[in-house]
């Protein structure tokens, strides 16, 4: 029989099918090893193939598209309203199966390779900053322990490399300067390739167009720019710059019922990295206003009736929103005129 949509749930090894006829009629369930599945999919016509966007979802979808079937990733918390009771591989696919088919369902772009390995760029120079932070906690908690405190920032850090360096210093007994001097090895280790990883982002945005006009956003750098266009795969698939501001999460979270409206904090759902760089980026320019009120009224009117923090999420929204009506355009930033502050 004609197989029209199927629901496949990926795994390491054992991947869950589940596929159906035009009619909805069951015709397919079955387990396949991981080096059997696009054997089996080659032997169908091209049919309707839904997943859930999850680890290496993207790398199947592509593998799948080249075999001629249309590719729907979907959000794993979408799908789960789909599963009728219990959990397990079967009931998965057959969720996955059904909520494809939704015309309200929303999906999630397929990223390229070379998307994928752009981000791949963040994710490792995130985690090696967070290791370098968990080197210097652990290094400033042991000198303290022997009356050594250093002020905080990269200086302070420095201050305390060399302390340790320093053979004849008589206040640091020798068994703590050769554990503190593994710490300083790893440290200086870790930096070399969180510098080396910076270089090729700024490789990588040179050679984007669209990395290029993100970054000229006030607040938004080579980083943030890099990975936006990385992230963002089709910015045409959000109907608005609130729906991509939403997506990241920077939109208040609601609460309401019986038409009585109640907005909390940011949702914070979506993307994490994303929001992170854009709320970093939005501090900076509020620092920036702080010093230079003239040149940011709407930024120092704010300033004057909520704190600090709000304000900077408030502009990070404003920020997301404008870096989508610059991808769905294709223009450049255009700088608001300068109002008086009064």
């Known amino acids: 029989m004609q197989i029209s949509t199927i629901g496949l749930d990926i795994a390491k090894n ?16 079955r387990q396949l090893r991981r080096g059997r599945l696009l054997a ?16 290496t979802a993207h790398y199947w979808a592509r593998a799948l598209a080249r075999l001629g079937h249309t590719v729907r990733l979907m959000p794993p ?33 397929v990223k390229s390779a070379q998307q994928q390995s752009a981000l791949m760029l963040h994710r490792t120079r995130d985690l090696l900053i967070r290791q370098r932070t968990q080197l210097i906690n652990a290094m400033r908690a042991h000198l303290a322990e022997l009356g050594l405190v250093a002020a905080q920032g990269r200086d302070g850090v420095h201050r305390l490399m060399a302390l340790v360096a320093e053979e004849s210093d008589a206040c640091i007994p020798e068994l703590a300067r050769f554990a503190c001097q593994s710490l300083a090895v790893q440290l200086a280790a870790l930096q070399g390739q969180i510098d080396a990883l910076e270089r090729r982002l700024c490789v990588a945005h040179g050679e984007s167009q669209v990395s290029r006009r993100l970054k000229t956003i006030p607040g938004i750098g080579v980083i943030g720019a890099t990975a936006i266009a990385a992230t963002v795969t089709d910015p045409k698939a959000f109907r608005s710059g609130r729906e991509f501001a939403a997506w ?21 759902q979506g993307d994490r990295y994303l929001r992170r760089l854009f709320v970093i980026g939005a501090m900076a320019v509020v620092k920036q206003a702080r010093a230079h009120p003239d040149k940011h009224p709407w930024l ?18 404003k920020m997301a929103r404008t870096a ?5 355009k294709g223009e450049n930033y255009r700088a608001p005129a300068l109002m008086s502050a009064a």
């Open 14 to 29: 054992v991947f869950q099918v589940h596929g159906v006829d035009a009619h909805g009629s069951v015709v397919v369930v």
């Open 40 to 55: 089996f999919f080659e032997t169908l016509a091209p049919c309707l193939v839904g997943m859930e966007a999850c680890a």
């Open 77 to 109: 918390s979408y799908v789960k309203a789909y599963v009728k009771r219990g959990k397990n591989d079967a009931a998965d696919a057959a969720a996955i199966c059904e909520a494809v088919t939704r015309p309200s369902m929303r999906f999630v772009p």
């Open 248 to 268: 990241i999460g920077l939109v208040p979270r609601q609460s309401s019922t019986g038409g009585k409206v109640r907005l909390a904090g940011i949702s914070k």
């Open 300 to 317: 120092t009117q704010l300033l004057a009736r909520r704190p600090a923090k709000v304000v900077a999420v408030a502009l990070a929204n």
């Open 324 to 328: 989508w009506a610059m991808l769905v």
